[in-house]
């Protein structure tokens, strides 16, 4: 049975490069270099890359970069977008839950829910994050955004899902307090204009559980702070106003 982000991602990747939240990718990548010492030397490996917005902005700084995702009709964008560039990126098909990778990146990167947070268990997420760590080598960077819950749990749920709900286009819209999981039924065109009924399911995290989660993956050091597109920094503090979270983590 095909998943909910499965048919979402098919036919869908010009359409995903105009959304608000996809706008800030130079800023993003700035921040990404200035983390990692603008070392050209570093491998980059990008879980859930998508269109490859971030991968072909390092690729064309100088960085070897690795991309992989679920969606071939996402690759086959990113692509594109590599070629029209003049950069080579290595883009691969595969499932973000099954990782073969071991030490060979120094940076592993999952923005903009890059597949984690979108998975049906908290297991499966897990298995997303156990996989970017075992792909890093020993002092390698991990950089993650991933939705805040405390976000939804500083509004009135009610406030919550109604500042979520577009009136033709969502209906059903739940936040279940206890799995802090956001479920809710859209109507969304395609590349093509044609409309697709998706079942959503997305998972909200805990800063804590962030936390907990990747110090069980031997990361040595765990930073979280607040999340705005194009706008990645270490000066502005987690708050229940932000949305998402940008996580700063390191290997051993």
Same mark, same amino acid.
């Given at each position: 049975?095909? +998943?909910?982000?499965?048919?979402?991602?098919?036919?869908?990747?010009? !359409?995903?490069?105009?959304?608000?939240? &996809?706008?800030?990718?130079?800023?993003?990548? /700035?921040?990404?270099?200035?983390?990692?010492?603008?070392?050209? #030397?570093?491998?980059?490996? /990008?879980?859930?890359?998508?269109?490859?917005?971030?991968?072909?902005?390092?690729?064309?700084?100088?960085?070897?970069?690795?991309?992989? /995702?679920?969606?071939?009709? +996402?690759?086959?964008?990113?692509?594109?977008?590599?070629?029209?560039?003049?950069?080579?990126?290595?883009?691969?098909?595969?499932?973000?839950?099954?990782?073969?990778?071991?030490?060979?990146?120094?940076?592993?990167?999952?923005?903009?829910? $890059? $597949?984690?947070?979108?998975?049906? !268990?908290?297991?499966?997420?897990?298995?997303?994050? +156990? $996989?970017?760590?075992?792909?890093?080598?020993?002092?390698?960077?991990?950089?993650?955004?991933?939705?805040?819950?405390?976000?939804?749990?500083?509004?009135?749920?009610?406030?919550?899902?109604?500042?979520?709900?577009?009136?033709? #286009?969502?209906?059903?819209? +739940?936040?279940?307090?206890? &799995?802090?999981?956001?479920?809710? &039924?859209?109507?969304?065109?395609?590349?093509?204009?044609?409309?697709? !009924?998706?079942?959503?399911?997305?998972?909200?995290?805990?800063?804590?559980?962030?936390?907990?989660?990747?110090?069980?993956?031997?990361?040595?050091?765990?930073?979280?702070?607040?999340?705005?597109?194009?706008?990645?920094?270490?000066?502005?503090?987690?708050?229940?106003?932000?949305?998402?979270?940008?996580?700063?983590?390191?290997?051993?």
């Amino acid at each position: 049975m095909r +998943q909910w982000y499965e048919t979402l991602f098919e036919n869908y990747a010009r !359409t995903y490069d105009r959304e608000e939240f &996809t706008q800030g990718t130079v800023q993003e990548t /700035d921040f990404i270099e200035q983390e990692i010492g603008f070392d050209k #030397k570093k491998r980059i490996l /990008d879980i859930g890359c998508g269109t490859g917005r971030h991968a072909v902005e390092l690729a064309k700084r100088g960085y070897s970069v690795t991309g992989i /995702d679920l969606s071939e009709s +996402q690759l086959n964008r990113a692509r594109e977008k590599a070629l029209e560039a003049g950069v080579t990126v290595v883009f691969e098909q595969a499932d973000a839950r099954q990782l073969k990778f071991s030490d060979e990146f120094d940076v592993a990167l999952i923005l903009c829910e $890059g $597949g984690f947070s979108l998975m049906e !268990t908290d297991e499966m997420n897990y298995l997303i994050l +156990q $996989g970017a760590a075992r792909a890093l080598k020993n002092g390698g960077f991990f950089f993650l955004t991933t939705l805040n819950a405390l976000f939804p749990l500083a509004h009135s749920i009610e406030e919550f899902i109604n500042e979520n709900t577009v009136e033709g #286009k969502t209906s059903g819209h +739940q936040f279940n307090v206890i &799995t802090l999981r956001d479920t809710s &039924t859209i109507n969304i065109a395609d590349d093509n204009g044609q409309i697709r !009924t998706l079942h959503c399911n997305e998972r909200y995290y805990m800063p804590s559980e962030i936390n907990w989660m990747l110090k069980s993956l031997h990361f040595s050091t765990v930073e979280i702070f607040g999340c705005q597109v194009g706008n990645f920094t270490r000066n502005k503090p987690l708050t229940p106003h932000d949305y998402e979270m940008l996580v700063i983590a390191k290997t051993a």
